[in-house]
C-alpha cells in the first residue's frame, strides 16, 4: 500500500504544473483605477529556469520584463485581461490571466490618447544645448537594429568639455491634457561617456505658457531631478532638483540591452507640475514632495513635443543611444 501510495504521488508531482508566476498586485478580479501598478515576479517557467517575463492587456502587444518587475499600465474604463507571462531558458512559455475592472470614479477618462513609436517620426531635430558648459555635434537616423519594434531611432552625440546634444520633435498639440506618462525603451552602446541621459516634454497651455515637464538620470548625483520654474513665468528660472529617487548614473547601465524607462506627472491650470513616478527596468519608486511651478512664458505656439538629451563628460568623447517605442499616453 505504501510503495502504492509513493508511486502515485511520483505520478501526481511529474505532471504537476512547474511554472510559479506570483502576480503580487493587482489581484485576480479586482477593481483598480488607471493607471495601475502591476507588480510580478517568477523563478521558474515550466521546469525550467525563467529568464524574462512580460505583460500584455487583452489582445495589445507584449512588453518584455526582467523576472521581478513593476510596470504602470493605463486602462480605459470597464473590463480587461491582463495577461502576465514567463519564458525559460529551454524555450518554455507560460501565461497567467488576471481579469480587472477598471473603474469610472477613477477619473481617468474613457479615451486615453496615445501618440506611439514617436521614435519614427519625421520632423526631428537636433542642436547642442546652449545651456552645457562645453561643444557638441550630433546626428540622427533610423535604424532596424538594435530595435525591438523594428523602427529604432539612433541619437550619435560628438562632444568637448562636458557639451550636451538635445534631439526634438513636436508630435500633437493639445492644450487641455493635465495627465502624461512617457513610456519608452532606450540602448546605450557604450555609456562610459555619459554623465546625464533627458526626457523632458513641454506643452503650451491655452494661456500660451509653456509647461515643462522635464526629467533626468543624474550621473552627478545619482539621483531622478526633475524641472521646475524658481522664477515666475515671464522672468523665469529654470531649476532642476534632486527627487529622492536614486538612479544608477549612466555611465554604469549596462551597455547593448534595452532599458525601460516609463515616468508619470500631471499638471494643474496654473502649470504646478506633481512628478509622480518612475519605473526604470522593472522597479518602481514614487517621487515624494516633487510639486511645483513649471510654467515658462516663451511665445511659443500650440504643441507637445519630445525632448531627448545625452550629457557628456569628460574632455572629450561620444555617446551612441537608441530609443524604440517611445510612447506618451494623455488624459
Not at 157 to 186: C, K, L, P, W
Not at 191 to 211: C, R
Amino acid at each position: 500500500m505504501k510503495t502504492l501510495f509513493c508511486t502515485l504521488l511520483a505520478l501526481v508531482s511529474s505532471v504537476a504544473p512547474a511554472f510559479a508566476i506570483t502576480v503580487t498586485t493587482p489581484s485576480n478580479g479586482v477593481t483598480v483605477v488607471s493607471p495601475f501598478y502591476l507588480q510580478a515576479s517568477t523563478t521558474s517557467c515550466g521546469s525550467q529556469t525563467a529568464v524574462s517575463m512580460g505583460y500584455s492587456l487583452d489582445y495589445g502587444a507584449t512588453t518584455i520584463e526582467p523576472t521581478s518587475f513593476d510596470a504602470m499600465i493605463l486602462a480605459g474604463d470597464g473590463q480587461h485581461t491582463l495577461h502576465v507571462k514567463c519564458w525559460g531558458d529551454s524555450g518554455a512559455a507560460d501565461v497567467t490571466d488576471l481579469n480587472i475592472t477598471v473603474s469610472p470614479s477613477s477619473g481617468a477618462p474613457p479615451d486615453i490618447t496615445l501618440v506611439d513609436s514617436i521614435q519614427t517620426l519625421s520632423g526631428w531635430a537636433w542642436n547642442q544645448d546652449g545651456g552645457s558648459s562645453g561643444t557638441a555635434t550630433g546626428s540622427s537616423q533610423m535604424v532596424t537594429s538594435p530595435s525591438l519594434s523594428g523602427q529604432a531611432r539612433v541619437y550619435s552625440m560628438s562632444f568637448r568639455n562636458s557639451g550636451s546634444e538635445i534631439y526634438h520633435t513636436t508630435f500633437a498639440a493639445d492644450t487641455a491634457a493635465t495627465h502624461f506618462i512617457y513610456d519608452a525603451q532606450v540602448w546605450l552602446a557604450d555609456p562610459s561617456s555619459l554623465a546625464n541621459i533627458e526626457m523632458d516634454m513641454n506643452q503650451v497651455l491655452a494661456n500660451g505658457n509653456t509647461v515643462i515637464y522635464g526629467v533626468q538620470c543624474d550621473g552627478y548625483t545619482g539621483t531622478w531631478d526633475y524641472t521646475l520654474n524658481a522664477g515666475t513665468p515671464a522672468s523665469p528660472v529654470d531649476t532642476w532638483v534632486h527627487s529622492n529617487v536614486p538612479c544608477p548614473v549612466p555611465r554604469t547601465w549596462k551597455a547593448s540591452t534595452w532599458h525601460h524607462i516609463q515616468l508619470s506627472y500631471f499638471r494643474d491650470s496654473a502649470g504646478n507640475v506633481t512628478y509622480q513616478s518612475v519605473v526604470l527596468d522593472g522597479k518602481a519608486s514614487d517621487f515624494v514632495g516633487a510639486t511645483g511651478n513649471s510654467a515658462f512664458t516663451l511665445g511659443w505656439a500650440s504643441t507637445l513635443l519630445t525632448n531627448f538629451q545625452l550629457d557628456g563628460m569628460g574632455n572629450k568623447g561620444s555617446v551612441t543611444a537608441y530609443v524604440d517605442n517611445l510612447n506618451v499616453y494623455r488624459w
